[in-house]
């Protein structure tokens, strides 16, 4: 071992210089600038790419709306629209999370298919970006 330890030193540990000494009457207070700068996000370089993925993905949902409205053969209850809000997330795997109620209408039977509708598309497609709020989508009953 000996013999291996004289052939194969250990390197050697280079010095750090020593700082400089500033002292007070060095500084020179208006010769210091400072940049900052916040970095902007790469996650969305095409503005319209946002809009084409949000639109895909909530056609996806409305084609399921409308197919279960049909074979439910739902009818407005009384002379107005009936409406009803959902708010839910898209995953970084473009799956619907946490789709709820955020304002039911008067009618349990629209609410509740609305909710089916959006609960049976489990994924809308991997989104091109970071999709960090929470959307919301209405739904009409005439």
Sequence with gaps: ME?????????????????????P?????????????????VVNRDPNERDRYLSSAFAKIKRNWLRLKASANLRSQGAGVVEVTVKFEIGSGGELRAPRLVRPSSYPEFDRL?????????????????ISESLTMKFRLN
């Design 25 to 41: 009457s060095n500084i020179d207070p208006s010769k210091f600038t400072v940049d900052v700068s916040t970095p902007r996000p």
């Design 114 to 130: 609305v909710l089916q509708a959006v609960r049976g598309i489990s994924n809308v497609g991997r989104p091109p970006f970071r």
């Design 3 to 23: 013999q291996f330890r004289k052939q194969h030193p250990l390197p050697k540990t280079p010095r750090q210089p020593a700082p400089p000494r500033v002292t």
